[in-house]
Nanobody, 127 residues
Framework: QVQLVQSGGGSVQAGGSLRLSCAHSGHTYNRYCIGWFREVEGNKREGLAVMSTAGGSTYYADSVKGRFTLSHDNAKNTLYLQMNSLKPEDTALYYC????????????????????WGRGTQVIVSS
């Protein structure tokens, strides 16, 4: 069974940094999409960064490009999201998600095939 265990997050002042971690296990297939999306009030979701385990480029949302960095430690099976220059508008509930699709697009977290989410981590950025 696939598990995505999130850690990190919390509260920080604007301009600060946080790192989110997502330890994942149980994937029985080699190729899948894995990344982070966030949810704000009203269940509005935004895909932030996603990568394919098959390699290739990483997708970043324009809202976080240049500030957030997605990385993966293969030895630890852990995905990271380094968040720098945080802004109050980055305040949200952050989710790690994996799924399978022909490509890893900005809404991979909504793909139907083998879709899994972590439990969510709150990030609060104060001005």
């Amino acid at each position: 069974q696939v598990q995505l265990v999130q850690s990190g997050g919390g509260s920080v002042q604007a301009g600060g940094s946080l790192r989110l971690s997502c330890a994942h296990s149980g994937h029985t297939y080699n190729r899948y999409c894995i990344g982070w999306f966030r949810e704000v009030e009203g269940n509005k979701r935004e895909g932030l960064a996603v990568m394919s385990t098959a390699g290739g480029s990483t997708y970043y949302a324009d809202s976080v490009k240049g500030r957030f960095t997605l990385s993966h430690d293969n030895a630890k099976n852990t995905l990271y999201l380094q968040m720098n220059s945080l802004k109050p508008e980055d305040t949200a509930l952050y989710y790690c998600a994996s799924s399978r699709g022909a490509s890893c697009g900005s809404t991979w977290y909504d793909y139907e095939l083998d879709n899994y989410w972590g439990r969510g981590t709150q990030v609060i950025v104060s001005s």
